[in-house]
């Protein structure tokens, strides 16, 4: 049977439709869809999506249950490697993972890998009714910091292993920037919620409300009995660009602007939470968070939204999908543009101030690209004299957050780089600090939720052999 060249369609709300509302975008395979998608694999033997993916999913296995039918199986296969599978079918960049090594992709589309992933997921999460086996316990106790995909995958692969995980979170609900960074409408709440709900049925404990370094110490969870402690604390300290007017009223953080709308609600009427319900917004950046910002503020009534980004489309770092979205929705692409000041009522040359205060208008510069730096990528250089205004009452930065000072400062003897991520030894996750093991954003700056969940694996690994060996 020849091959079909072409991905099967993902069904998806019509653009004008889903611009206005928060429900999920992509709608999902149906069965015959998804045995259809899965017959495009070549099963080959080499395997090279397994390499790809970083947490080492058996593509191939669970992709052959498909095309049987045989879609618990299907599951199982998956959820031999991950904790998240319904998490990652969603949010994860395949183009770029395991997608990218398809050998079908060599001269065709490659197979929906993610897609196929997320299919199995909601069907088990429909249809399964029954509890997980509980692992034998063997006595020994482990913390984890953070409840994002990191701190998630850290928990459910020890558990696995028998150990008592408990997880601490600072906010009052367990999923890390799966809750308060990704949106309702490409990630439902109640998505997360279930695969949380999956890792406590395997033994895990969440404590929420707990901040580490303030409510208790990573010294004294040692003290209380915790062997082992891995960090996933995330990357939630938000970076601006210190230019004149970042003060102003209606500038957020990408950070800020997210948490508001997704794990507060700000955008339902009987949110106890505001946010700005702007008319014209300019999101500063060009990654998945600036996707998400810009089409969260589309959502919440405006009328114009500007992805305002210093390089080309050719170098934006969201996701394809992600892109094509937002210009399908109807978001508009200032490239190849610098913000150098943003105006308000304090800035005396702005004569069009409406209110004490408020954001008025965000000054761009036009760029074109240079040579590459250090990392392959052209460099923006700034074009004197190319400056104009657009005309914003909101502006949101989205260029990127840093881990937080607060663990590292109440830690004796944990090291961090000069960006503030924790050091960690690549491979294992051991830390400079015996028995601390870190991963995901909290070591090396925001990054994906599967290179997280990787890292958190990875870890957890160590910290088995770690414990192991201290024991025999």
Known sequence: MAVQPKKNEMPVQEANVRARNFKEVALGYTEQTAVAEAQRCLNCKNRPCV????????????????????????????????????????VCPQETQCESKCTLGIKFEPVGIGRLERFVADYHNTNFKGEPV????????????????????C????????????????????????????????????????????????????????????????????????????VGSGAGLPRFMGIKGEGLKGVYSANEFLTRANLMKAYKSDSQTPVMHAKNVAVVGGGNVAMDAARTALRLGADNVYIVYRRSMDELPARKEEVEHAEEEGIK?????????????NNP???????????????????????PDERGRRKPVEVEGSEYVLDVDCVIMAIGTSPNPLIKNTTDGLDVNARGGIIAEEGTGKTTKQGVFAGGDAVTGAATVILAMGAGKTAAKAIDEYLTAKYN
């Open 349 to 371: 040359d702005n004569r069009r101030d409406i209110k004490n205060g408020f954001v008025t208008g965000i000054k761009v510069r036009k760029c074109r690209l240079g040579e």
């Open 155 to 230: 928990a459910g692969d020890l558990a696995k292993k028998g150990y008592k995980v408990t997880v601490f979170e600072a906010l009052h609900v367990a999923g890390g920037v799966l809750v308060y960074g990704i949106p309702e409408f490409r990630l439902p709440k109640d998505i997360v919620k279930n695969e949380v709900e999956t890792l406590k049925k395997l033994g895990v404990e969440i404590q929420t409300n707990v901040v580490i370094g303030k409510t208790i110490t990573v010294d004294e969870l040692f003290e209380d009995g915790y062997e082992a402690v891995f």
């Open 333 to 345: 692409f200032e490239i190849l543009r610098n913000p150098v000041k943003i105006l308000g009522y």
């Open 51 to 90: 390499e790809g993916c970083p947490v080492n999913i058996s593509i191939p296995d669970f992709i052959s249950k498909i095309k049987q039918k045989d879609f618990d199986g299907a599951y199982s296969v998956i959820a031999e490697s991950s904790s998240l599978p319904a998490v990652c079918g969603r």
């Open 134 to 153: 509980l692992p034998e316990q063997n006595g020994r106790k482990v913390a984890v910091i953070g409840s994002g995909p990191s701190g998630l995958t």
